[in-house]
């Protein structure tokens, strides 16, 4: 009697075993690279340099007017990256900054500008027509009772956002990232770059 030996695994176990660490090897992996060695080992060029809004916020249908009287709504954002400039008041010195870096960083993506549309979100339409000499490329929209600016507004509250920061939509038309008046064009860039090399819309 060979008492101290285990006995053979039988062919049968063999292959639950191997099953089980063929279904379920690859998720409990995943799970202790994300939560445990995962964030200690993370490339730093997998970061964005412009915070996201988590869990990003999905906007419902809206309807705001332009200065010539013609309607936009949700319809109108989906399909591309949208930033939104909110103009509270005089555009000083920051909101100017932030409207020269955003239409900046658009031209420089070359083939992918038409990826990327601009919108000057406010209630002056004189100062937003003057705006517009220096970027012919936003849309200007006024703001209105329940429209775009009521929903944005508790999302740039909740994520630290001021009046001269941008905010950004995806093509589903979800707020998503906010975008600070400082932040560097070319981190900007950067992060739009990724961002539509990972979106398989718009």
């Known amino acids: 009697m060979n008492r101290g030996k285990f006995p053979a695994p039988s062919l049968s176990r063999l292959k639950l075993v ?6 379920f090897g690859p998720l409990i992996f995943a799970l202790v690279w994300y939560y445990g060695m995962g964030a200690a080992f993370a490339p ?10 988590a869990p990003p916020v999905v906007l419902e249908a809206f309807t705001n007017p332009r200065p010539d009287g013609s309607l936009v709504g949700l319809d109108d954002l989906q399909g591309h990256w949208t930033v939104v400039h ?17 239409r900046q960083t ?3 993506l070359g083939r992918n500008t ?8 406010g ?12 970027h012919p490329d936003m849309d200007l929209v006024l703001r209105g009772t329940g429209g ?3 929903q944005l507004a508790p999302v740039a509250a ?11 939509v995806d093509p589903l038309g979800n707020v998503m990232m906010l975008i600070p008046a400082s932040l560097d064009p070319s981190d900007l860039l950067k992060d739009l770059k990724k961002l539509m090399k990972l979106s398989k819309v718009g």
């Open 44 to 53: 730093r060029s997998g970061t964005n340099h412009a915070p996201l809004v």
């Open 148 to 150: 775009l600016g009521d």
């Open 86 to 102: 909110r103009l509270d008041g005089n555009c000083g010195e920051a909101c100017r900054t932030s409207l020269y870096n955003t």
């Open 123 to 134: 209630a002056d339409a004189g100062m937003m027509g003057e705006m517009a000499l220096e």
């Open 114 to 121: 038409e990826r990327v549309r601009r919108i000057l979100l």
């Open 158 to 168: 909740d994520n630290g956002a001021g009046p001269d920061d941008a905010l950004l």
């Open 18 to 23: 191997a099953v089980f660490v063929m279904f």
């Open 106 to 108: 658009r031209l420089a």
